[in-house]
């Protein structure tokens, strides 16, 4: 059974910068696409990026040029740098590994952002 574990969240200024991490377990990581996710008080859970196995990303247009996705197959762990933070991002940040038909969701790590 795979399980994904978030960590690296956390209160942070504005146009402030955290890492986020994820560690996978129970899956061969290089073949899963991972993927960070995000749930903001009161709205729907958005798509933040993915990268697949191979390592081609891509990002939601709100995010681009300020976050990066990037993984460590080594390590099976996939990370978030997030760079230039808004109030905006504040939100339930969570880790999504597929290989169809799996999937696996970790728990969530919430990042602030405030001043």
């Known amino acids: 059974q795979g399980q994904l574990v978030e960590s690296g969240g956390g209160l942070v200024q504005p146009g402030g910068s955290l890492r986020l991490s994820c560690a996978a377990s129970g899956i061969t990581f290089s073949l899963y696409t991972m993927a960070w996710y995000r749930q903001a008080p009161g709205k729907q859970r958005e798509l933040v990026a993915t990268i697949a196995g191979g390592g081609s990303t891509n990002y939601a247009d709100s995010v681009k040029g300020r976050f990066a996705i990037s993984r460590g197959n080594a390590k099976n762990t996939v990370y978030l740098q997030m760079n230039a933070l808004k109030p905006e991002d504040t939100a339930v940040y969570y880790c999504?590994?597929?290989?169809?038909?799996?999937?696996?969701w970790g728990q969530g790590t919430q990042v602030t952002v405030s001043s």
């Open positions: 999504h590994g597929s290989l169809s038909p799996l999937m696996y």
